[in-house]
């Protein structure tokens, strides 16, 4: 005889099961995870690498500052992901809660969803100055932005307004454009 | 946005939310980030603006920076908290007022698992001392959070979260040494059995120094700890997690108590030798469902043997927690959950502690259901839950609490709450006998002649109550001005059915000499205010420069329930909290490899209440500095210094209300490395 089962059931099971065993079995379930802004936290300084800044030499002895604009988790893992590590021999920090005054003495800026009215305001401020934008707000990326960082089934994507990023003075690697989904080309 | 149920949520999921895999992300390429899979957005970590509480946050960078090398001395980070050390192994740690020795009105919990002792409902710090580079947070919730956490969370809740296994893999040794006579070395290590199990091992060792007596002679109270622990986390797959987590520690630990005897002297100083053990093991599994739903379940097993001379405990715990999170209609987010509980205990009989009867098993039941919604899109907030609890001490009680968050402006929040906690009563306001003291013969004049030693017994009611508390609270946080973060809380709590002892008679007695025995008892016949402010304010000017002030007030005051026979009764809430705390701490990073970490205590004048002509005087206002120098000599090893207490050379920071002696802490300095590989 022939016992169907709901899928949903079955795969509940699999998981008590598995729950169990745990211990005993090296077992490789498939499907990876991380959270959502781990992972972007990974990817800002990903572009912090991949990303040449007008005058390195005269800032070769400065910090390479990563600012963040907004209350977002993002800031807390980059500063995990960045502690003790260094870009082009300048060591890596994080300002959370960064001063708007303090925008243009930064090199990175993430802008968090918490931003979206006064992402216009921040932007002007940082006209022309060879500062990196990075934010996972809709439409950054064609509002003025360099980088928006988006979800597309279930993974992490990039797009770069490749205009907006050289008209700050900064020069993105041909490696970074070849995996970006390029924006006001 | 969501608003933060009490941070309850991130306890339970304390392996998804926070720091990322340094080892993992940072080495990645960009190809495989682009490759990895996000997991559910419903997991993700709010900021802490947005919870409508009195909560504030140690992270793993201000424990690391701070230089203490224990759990509860690292509570001196937070906000509100009453942190003092008694003697070398001896904590007194309470929220908003009634701190003591057996300080009773705070749940502890270390990832999820209850750590205060139903025996008199008060922690063994010793017992829970996690290596601290394995935590990843520790959460301090002032006020009561017992809707969300039950029982026991009437003044504070400390929530102490560990790294998810993922985060620590590689090795990481530490050791150090310095004076006075303490010595540390810890070690853990992490790996991966396939994409989405980590794993990691712990073990540590350490030994503390001795304090000094009043007089400046060693206290003769030295101890070491030794723990070592498994943590396991696993993607079973998109929707499940597993997380399987375990500790044994052994605890030693010397000290001179006072104990009341009925030959001359009467009062003999006892060296007494603790030692205990004990070990736990937790198992958490959650679900996430579709359309943003979760649940959780979680079981552990917790034992543990504590024996000194005059009390021994042993007990074995086993509880099961179920938490289902949903968002049933648009801006609602519904909570609901319950939890059982078993514990058994055994407490032999001593000549100064028994309880009736030896052996006792508490069971508990609670349920609860919380929702939030939100009234104005990104405005205004409104949290309303309620908890029902029963125990074997416990009959139904509501614990209810309404919350409401306005944000004003994007970087502006003002909370506002109404809540009621209830503390349940512990075994030994049950059920305990308690030799007090003995007066030699002619020392009191109100015990009748003849002149024979008088005893004073203090007994458990088996029918002690519950005490309640109400509490009005409301907080600003925000950024006021640029680079300034500021967190305001105001509070007055209400407090009923506290403990109070009824006077009996004195009575002739045959054992062991012939004496007057006078019995006290409990009773629920005391009642209290207490109403205060916490303020922390955090400037900071560059990245690399932070500088933290806090300041807390309290005022209280406890007396009879109308009632009580004004005779007979007294309070017996002991409590001794400054009305004046606060601190003043600064880090700076003044170039790549080194950092430099400065700080100041202060804590007002400790009158203990209720007053008591056999004990010391108030302690005196004091100060304490501390100073960190660390140099990162390569990108693995790190190297630091740190002096403690360096103000005095000794200082007592408490009046133990019976058995210890008052002692005094004093100036240390030591030595760290750190070396990942």
């Avoid at chain 1, 021999?89 to 979206?116: F, H, K, T």
């Avoid at chain 2, 190809?31 to 899979?37: P, Y």
């Avoid at chain 2, 003697?87 to 502890?108: D, E, M, P």
């Avoid at chain 2, 580079?133 to 017992?146: D, Q, S, T």
Wanted: charge should be positive; charged fraction near 20%.
């Amino acid at each position: 005889m022939v016992v169907l089962k709901r899928p949903g059931a079955r795969s509940r099971w699999i998981a008590v099961a598995a729950w169990l065993i745990a211990p005993l079995l090296g077992a490789r379930p498939d499907g990876d995870g991380v959270e959502e802004w781990r992972l972007k936290a990974a990817f800002v300084l990903n572009f912090a690498r991949f990303i040449e800044w007008p005058g390195e030499e005269q800032n070769a002895r400065k910090e390479f500052v990563f600012g963040i604009v907004g209350e977002t988790p993002v800031g807390e893992a980059l500063e995990e992901l960045v502690h003790g590590k260094t870009v082009n021999g300048r060591r890596m920090v994080v300002w959370r809660r960064v001063p708007v005054a303090e925008l243009g003495n930064c090199d990175v800026i993430y802008l968090a969803g918490s931003e979206q009215q006064r992402l216009e305001r921040h932007l002007e401020r940082l006209r022309g100055q060879p500062v990196l934008t990075v934010s996972d707000l809709p439409g950054f990326a064609g509002r003025g932005g360099m980088i928006e960082l988006f979800t597309e089934s279930n993974r992490v994507r990039f797009a770069i307004d490749v205009r907006a990023m050289r008209a700050a003075g900064l020069t993105p690697s041909s490696k970074l454009l070849a995996l970006a989904r390029l924006v006001g080309e | 946005m969501r608003v933060r149920w009490m941070i309850l949520c991130l306890a339970f999921e304390a392996g998804a939310a926070g720091s990322a895999a340094q080892v993992d992300l940072s080495r990645l390429s960009l190809e495989e980030l682009l490759e990895l899979e996000v997991t559910s957005a419903a997991r993700k970590q709010q900021p802490l603006a947005h919870t409508p509480a009195a909560v504030y946050v140690i992270t793993q960078q201000e424990l690391r920076r701070s230089g203490f090398t224990t759990l509860a001395e690292a509570l001196r980070l937070a906000p509100g908290l009453q942190v003092a050390r008694v003697n070398s192994s001896t904590w007194a740690i309470s929220a908003r007022g009634f701190n003591s020795i057996f300080a009773n009105k705070l749940l502890v919990l270390i990832d999820g698992r209850s750590v205060y002792t139903p025996l008199y409902s008060g922690v063994y710090w010793e017992l829970q001392d996690l290596p601290l580079e394995l935590i990843e947070r520790i959460e301090v919730i002032r006020g009561p959070g017992a809707t969300m956490w039950g029982a026991n969370a009437v003044n504070g809740v400390i929530n102490v979260i560990t790294k998810h296994a993922r985060d620590t893999q590689g090795g990481l040794l530490t050791f150090g040494g310095g004076t006075p006579g303490d010595a540390f070395a810890a070690l853990h290590f992490g790996g991966k059995g396939g994409s989405n199990l980590s794993y990691r091992v712990y073990t540590k060792f350490d030994r503390h120094g001795e304090f000094l007596t009043a007089s400046g002679q060693p206290a003769g109270d030295p101890w070491s700890n030794s723990r070592t622990g498994v943590r396991l986390d696993w993607e079973i797959g998109p929707r499940d997690a597993l997380t399987l987590l375990g500790d044994g520690v052994q605890v030693r630990a010397r000290s001179i108590a006072l104990l009341p005897g009925f030959t001359p002297p009467y009062l003999g100083e006892a060296q007494l030798v603790q030692t205990s053990t004990g070990g736990n093991l937790l198992t958490r599994w959650t679900h996430q469902h579709r359309r943003g739903a979760s649940s959780t379940l979680q079981i552990y097993y917790d034992r543990y043997d504590r024996a000194l001379r005059f009390v021994t405990e042993a007990r074995d715990t086993i509880d099961l927690d179920y938490q289902h999170r949903s968002r049933p209609a648009a801006r609602h987010e519904l909570l609901w959950g319950f939890a059982l509980r078993h514990s058994a205990d055994d407490a032999p009989p001593s000549q100064i502690v028994s309880f009736t009867p030896r052996s006792e098993s508490i069971r508990l039941g609670s349920a609860f259901a919380a929702d939030e919604v939100e009234l104005i899109r990104e405005r205004l907030w409104l949290q309303a839950g309620l908890r029902l609890e029963r125990s074997s001490y416990l009959t139904l009680e509501a614990q209810p609490t309404a919350r409401i968050l306005f944000a004003p402006a994007t970087e502006h929040h003002l909370w506002a709450a109404v809540s009621r906690a209830v503390r349940a009563p512990s075994r030994g306001e049950r059920s305990v006998a308690m030799l007090v003291s003995v007066e030699p013969p002619a020392a009191s004049a109100e015990a009748p002649a003849p002149a024979l030693p008088v005893a004073t017994w203090l007994f458990g009611h088996p029918a002690f109550g519950p005490a309640s508390l109400i509490s009005f609270e409301g907080g600003y946080r925000g950024r006021p001005w640029r680079n300034i973060s500021v967190d305001l809380a105001l509070f007055f709590h209400r407090y009923r059915g506290l403990r109070s002892v009824e006077v009996g008679l004195p009575s002739a007695a045959g054992e062991p000499v012939l004496h007057w025995s006078r019995r006290y008892q409990f009773a629920n016949a005391s009642r209290g205010r207490s109403g205060g402010l916490e303020a922390v304010v955090r400037w900071e000017p560059r990245p690399s420069c932070r500088l933290t002030g806090m300041y807390s007030h309290l005022a209280y005051e406890v007396g009879l329930e109308p009632s009580a026979d004004l005779f007979r009764t007294t309070s017996a809430e002991y409590t001794q909290t400054p009305r004046h705390q606060g601190s003043l701490r600064w880090s700076w990073d003044p170039s790549r490899r080194w950092q430099i970490d400065a700080a100041l205590y202060y804590t007002g004048e400790q009158r203990p209440f209720p007053a008591s002509a056999s004990r010391p005087p108030p302690l005196a206002p004091a100060w304490r500095a501390d100073l960190r120098l660390s140099w990162t000599a390569r990108q693995n090893l790190e190297l630091s210094w740190t002096g403690r207490n360096l103000l005095d050379d000794r200082r007592p920071e408490f009046i133990p209300e019976v058995w210890l002696r008052q002692q005094e802490v004093r100036r240390g300095v030591y030595g760290q490395l750190r070396w990942w590989f």
